[in-house]
């Protein structure tokens, strides 16, 4: 009996979710963006079926409404969940547009930046999927190896598996890569209009740099109500954490 009120109440959420949703791009496509906020909101308030679809199309009604951090955000928030996207990456950019700071990002050099460009190909699930297609073929590799009668095609199973374990190795260790890079990357937007960077976790310290609405930078540690953070050309500094949103 539980399990069938279980089910039910998961298929109605399903339904509701759905049905706000839908109901979110009837107003957006009539220019009612305010509603279809509140639509899109009203999904991910109640942790219903979230969906890069939905954050993408909440990032839309924010740039519509010139609301520069809500738009970033949910961007950002849109990537997480499916990397790459181009459309939501083109949206992004043009929305960037609209902020007042211009922080350069400084890119890695050498080795570091190789393994990063390398393993940032895919993400860490893509990866993982990799993965597993290179096992299975390695499984068949090995099943040929081992019910070949002729020596030629031995050495060429054996050949095959090597190089194919070499592979899985690297795929193994790109994706584990890319596991510890995602959870310990923490992207957050800056929603005050203006913030100030300091020195220290407090306000006497020294202001380092006045942020803007909409500005991207990275929590590394928290201390309090404190957020230390870094910005993309390397800057450290702390921040009051009420004034910048987490992505993830």
């Given at each position: 009996m539980k399990n069938i009120l279980y089910l039910f109440l998961l298929i109605s959420q399903v339904f509701f979710a759905q049905s706000s949703f839908e109901k979110g791009n009837d107003f957006y496509q009539n220019g009612k963006y305010q509603q279809a906020i509140a639509e899109y909101e009203n999904i991910i308030k109640e942790d219903q079926q979230q969906s890069a679809e939905l954050y993408y199309n909440l990032g839309n009604c924010y740039y519509k409404l010139n609301k520069v951090a809500p738009s970033i955000y949910n961007y950002e928030k849109a990537l997480v969940?499916?990397?790459?996207?181009?459309q939501t990456l083109n949206n992004?950019?043009?929305a960037k547009k609209l902020t007042i700071d211009e922080i350069k990002e400084v890119p890695k050099v050498g080795f570091a930046k190789l393994i990063q460009n390398f393993t940032g190909?895919?993400?860490?699930?893509?990866?993982?999927?990799i993965s597993v297609a290179i096992s299975f073929v390695f499984l068949l590799s090995f099943i040929g190896y081992y019910f070949s009668q002729r020596t030629i095609t031995k050495r060429i199973y054996f050949i095959g598996?090597?190089?194919l374990l070499l592979v899985l190795l690297l795929s193994v260790a790109a994706g584990m890569s890319e596991k510890d890079h995602f959870d310990n990357d923490r992207p957050a937007i800056v929603f005050a209009e203006i913030s100030e960077?300091?020195?220290?976790p407090q306000k006497a310290g020294s202001?380092?740099?006045?942020l803007h609405e909409g500005a991207k930078v990275y929590v590394t540690e928290t201390l309090g109500q404190w957020k230390k953070i870094e910005l993309t050309d390397g800057t450290e500094g702390w921040i009051d954490g009420s004034t910048i949103k987490e992505v993830k």
């Open positions: 969940l499916k990397p790459g996207d181009p992004l950019k043009f190909i895919f993400d860490y699930n893509t990866w993982a999927k598996m090597f190089v960077m300091r020195s220290e202001a380092i740099i006045l």
